[in-house]
């Protein structure tokens, strides 16, 4: 942001989801569960992250 007369500055960065994984890390009534994502923000090479 810029304090120069008030003026405001955005960056908007388009983000696209590429890819999405999920998978279970048991079977049981309080499974367990990790996901992937594949992401790309503007024209940058895709990113991976997990959760």
Do not use: H, K, Q, W
Request: charged share 25%; glycine share 14%; aromatic share 8%.
């Amino acid at each position: 942001m810029s304090d120069s007369g008030g003026a405001v500055e955005i960056e908007v960065r388009m983000v696209r989801g590429m890819d999405y994984r999920d998978y279970a890390m048991n079977a049981d009534a309080d499974a367990r569960a990790a996901c992937y994502l594949e992401v790309r923000v503007g024209d940058s090479p895709t990113g991976f992250g997990g959760l």
